[in-house]
């Protein structure tokens, strides 16, 4: 089974969180992935505060083996439809989250977050490692 990690996954591990920590390496990273919207959003992070050495070190550490999934056309089909089913029923959901989702659900992958409003898509794998 694949895992897509979510972003802030990624920044609870990086941080450390036991939890998290534990389950990404009980499972290998050869069964773990990184949306490429959540690498950008991490670079993004990391390039709003350039002083933060320690915190780029550990996210080149954390993601140097990592495969980063391209979000590709056939994703955004996948989140063309989720966004639309979503509207319909009246939810919403950040243009990133929406993405990361719809990129987990074309992979046929496991979205790890601990963001509740990814619960709520239906048809989504969600797990909380974070707990």
Known sequence: MKYLLDTNTISQIMR????????????????LCVSSVSFAEIQYGLARKPEATTMRQVAELFLENMEIAPFDKAAADTYAQFRANLEKTGR??????LMIAAHAHHLGAILVTNDQAFFKIDGLQVQDWTK
């Open 16 to 31: 450390k969180n036991i939890a998290a920590t534990s389950r990404a390496v009980g499972i290998g990273h050869e069964n």
């Open 92 to 97: 919403n959901l950040a243009p990133l989250d």
